[in-house]
């Protein structure tokens, strides 16, 4: 399968250069904001991790002209993603949702950052009983050696 | 014959890496001084032998010797010569070789300069070099070899992927082998220390410097992949979350927490074992970064290497290196004794934390690059994890280490004064804010994270000037005494002040030209003039023009303004004929205000083109900030020098460069 899509991908040329063109955009600019944004987020199935918004794949346009009629006959932004998903899987959002399958994944940053917090903390409690706020009986010994001999 | 020369010179560079691996460790093992020794005579073999094939393999690139595969595959008799040298690193064979050139480079330098490292450390750090270099040798040699001959000898080649012919994407490779490879360099240093269970301050000083330059590479490498995707991918985008970026930019935030524990153990003899599995891990990482790269298991627009065996084969390598040297840290780590006690809020707990948000971010880009592979491996389910969840993640890890970073240096080692820290930086903050306020109110309530973006770059660059005047005491003592003071200041200190603003430019270009960008997509006609953030931007028409090995359609843009010319604008339209595959060749003018980038697309057929014209606000300041930073590496790497030399300062003038 991926070959067959990497056969697609160097058929269609490299993907190069911005995508959106003249003919595609809406004369409403509200709704070009909205198709843009959306379009930012889902994939161009051919390309190599490129956003329709940003391939000139025959795919990608067909795209963000699907997902432009879906805006005009009135879908809200979730429903034209869930147009999509519907039709070619979770694999089209660049943006995983949150679910059963994605949860480890969003849920890794914090999981990691918290743990590492927690280690620290407990680590430096440690440290800190064993820091005394003045010298050591040894290093205060050490001083008064150097002020005697001085 | 010169291929076949090449190819032998590889295999004596098998025959010196497999002795390198072996007989210095058994030396230091026994204590034997002279096996110790003869590390050194097979770093240095091995180096010349493997750049002699690497020469050997550019020879025949240069030639254009067709009856080599490697060379059929990836060159063209009419293709410019800069692009026939850089073409024999612009694919899977030689870019290894490539790979290995760099690695026995560095040892090599080890090898010569590494006269003031105890015996045994060396003995063994150049031992688990070697150990790299035989499978990567034995990789190139068993799945990958670029002298493999052809036959019948085609008339003429099949050209480089025409993306690759560029000047700085043909620089991007070697800079970020450099920066992936000199981190074998501290990963040896960890194995070495690990074998022998001991480390000391002279290891991390040892380290540190080595840690340094790769991190100066790899940045510089990055920098250069970024600005070469702003210019030739054609939409003015310049980082995409692209599995390849990822695996770049993966050991680069390791490797900068690791300059930072790496600063911690020199100074203070604390965070040792920390050092160690760090050291480990960012080596991993570039190990990881090769492998998604060379495996093909991305196949993304960089994975110019599609073939199983081969993911398999470095798998394994990294497999063996990784589990290996995790296993002796776990076995070994316990012998390591720490030192250095400090409380929480210290320099040592402010770097402390920096090391917890770059883990974090770290480990965030490695879950998200790799997620999707394991999920698809695990349940056959495929979903794409991009850009929008890497903006969502990585962002807000990043932000809050951005707003401390201007505390660290202010804080003292062992017990830091948090409050008295924040109200010397209040002057800064003040500043900060305010900008963030002018820049809100001046875009008429413009978007309110892009102000406060700026206003955490003034803060950044504000609060890394800041300490270099409060280290000198600027206003509170007389002028001679603070110039005095700047004069006495260590270069590391000045070192960290270029790269922490540094930092601070690159954002400050990241948010102006996220936030500010203009965006024109139309149609025009010749003649037609249009208005783009200030520039007429006057389209002349278009002309076709032929080049070494491709034709192009060039469109002519003139840029006025105030009815003054101030540039002229060629962008093209690319057709590379061997490969049958167009390229776009955007127009940038780079002024002090940003740039204007103008793109040629498809004519329409009634006379007309697609235009698109951006205008990305001081998005050149992305790359400067850049290399801002690895500025601060060098200028701070020029202080080890001078630091290390002192007590042995004899040496240092008969031996004017010291490995450091």
């Known amino acids: ?150 | 014959m010169i291929a076949e020369i090449g190819h032998f010179a590889t295999l004596l560079a098998l025959a010196f890496a497999l002795m390198q691996g072996s007989l210095p460790i058994w030396g230091a093992y026994k204590g034997d001084t002279r096996l110790m020794e003869s590390a050194r005579a097979f770093a240095i073999g091995q180096f010349l032998f493997v750049s002699f094939a690497f020469a050997c393999l550019v020879a025949v690139y240069v030639r254009s010797d067709f009856s080599v595969l490697n060379v059929w595959q990836n060159s063209h008799s009419a293709k410019p010569l800069i692009f026939k040298i850089t073409g024999s690193w612009g694919n899977h064979e030689g870019s290894m070789l490539l790979w290995v050139v760099i690695l026995a480079f560095f040892g090599a330098l080890v090898a010569l300069f590494g006269n003031n490292l105890p015996a045994r450390l060396r003995a063994n750090a150049l031992g688990v070099q070697g150990w790299i270099s035989i499978a990567f040798l034995f990789f190139i040699l068993a799945t990958s070899n670029p002298f493999a001959r052809l036959s019948p000898v085609p008339f003429d080649g099949q050209d480089l992927n025409p993306i690759l012919q560029d000047i700085s994407l043909a620089i991007h490779p070697p800079l970020l082998y450099a920066g992936y490879v000199g981190f074998s360099m501290a990963f040896s240093f960890a194995i070495a220390a690990l074998i022998e269970g001991k480390i000391d301050a002279a290891w991390a000083r040892w380290v540190r410097p080595w840690t340094l330059i790769a991190w100066m590479f790899l940045t510089a490498g990055i920098s250069m992949g970024s600005w070469w995707a702003y210019y030739e991918l054609g939409w003015g985008g310049w980082w995409f979350w692209d599995p390849v970026e990822n695996a770049s930019f993966m050991p680069w935030l390791a490797g900068t927490a690791l300059l930072h524990s790496a600063l911690v153990m020199e100074r203070r003899a604390a965070l040792k074992v920390w050092t160690i599995l760090l050291a480990i891990l960012t080596f991993s990482l570039s190990l990881l970064g090769t492998f998604l790269v060379r495996s093909g298991v991305l196949t993304s627009v960089h994975a110019f290497a599609v073939d199983a065996e081969r993911g398999v084969f470095i798998l394994a390598i990294m497999a063996v290196f990784i589990g290996g040297a995790l296993a002796l840290f776990a076995w070994r780590a316990p012998l390591l004794r720490q030192g250095g006690l400090f409380a929480p809020v210290s320099r040592e707990g402010a770097l402390v934390l920096n090391n917890l948000f770059l883990a974090t971010a770290a480990g965030t880009v490695l879950i998200g690059t790799l997620y999707p592979l394991v999920l698809e491996a695990l349940t056959g389910e495929k979903i794409s994890v991009g850009a929008p969840f890497f903006n969502k993640t990585f962002g807000p890890t990043m932000i809050p280490l951005l707003m401390l970073v201007p505390f660290g240096p202010m804080m003292a080692w062992k017990r830091g004064d948090l409050l008295g820290t924040s109200q010397r930086l209040m002057v800064v903050a003040a500043l900060a804010l305010v900008t963030a306020g002018a820049v809100y109110w001046s875009f008429n309530g413009g978007p309110v994270l892009a102000a406060l973006g700026v206003g955490l770059a003034v803060w950044l660059i504000g609060g890394a000037i800041f300490e270099i005047l409060w280290r000198v005491k600027f206003m509170r003592a007389p002028v001679a005494e603070s110039w005095r003071r700047a004069g006495g200041l260590p270069r590391s200190s000045w070192g960290t002040m270029t790269a922490h603003a540094g930092i601070g430019v690159v954002l400050l270009g990241i948010v102006s030209a996220t936030a500010w960008r203009t965006e024109v997509i139309t149609t025009m006609n010749p003649g037609e003039t249009l208005t783009v953030a200030g520039n007429d931007i006057t389209f002349e028409g278009v002309s076709p023009r032929q080049g070494p090995n491709y034709s192009e359609d060039v469109g002519q843009f003139t840029v006025r303004r105030d009815g003054l010319v101030v540039a002229r604008l060629e962008p093209a339209k690319r057709f590379y004929s061997v490969r049958r595959q167009p390229t776009t060749e955007a127009g940038i003018k780079s002024f002090i205000g940003g740039d204007l980038y103008v793109v040629l697309g498809d004519p329409t057929g009634d006379g007309s083109y697609v235009v698109r014209i951006y205008d990305n606000p001081l998005v050149t300041l992305i790359w400067i900030g850049t290399y801002i930073m690895v500025l601060g590496g060098a200028v701070s790497l020029s202080d080890r020098r001078f630091r290390i030399g002192v007590p042995r300062r004899r040496r240092v003038v008969a031996n004017p460069a010291p490995a450091e």
């Open chain 1, 1 to 150: 399968m991926r070959n067959l899509l990497l056969a697609i991908f160097l058929l269609l040329g490299t993907g190069v250069a911005g995508a959106v063109l003249p003919d595609e955009v809406l004369s409403d600019p509200a709704l070009e904001t909205r198709a843009r944004e959306i379009s930012a987020g889902v994939r161009c199935l051919v390309c190599q991790n490129q956003s329709i918004d940003d391939s000139e794949a025959t795919l990608a346009r067909d795209l963000r002209i699907l997902v432009r009629e879906r805006l005009v006959a009135g879908d809200s932004d979730n429903q034209v993603v869930q147009f999509l998903v519907d039709r070619y899987g979770e694999f089209v959002l660049l943006e995983p949702r949150f679910y059963t399958r994605t949860w480890i994944l969003w849920s890794a940053p914090l999981v990691m950052f918290a743990a590492g917090a927690l280690i620290l903390g407990w680590r430096s409690r440690r440290i800190t009983a064993s820091v005394p706020a003045g010298l050591t009986e040894d290093e205060q010994k050490a001083l008064d050696d150097i002020l005697h001999e001085g």
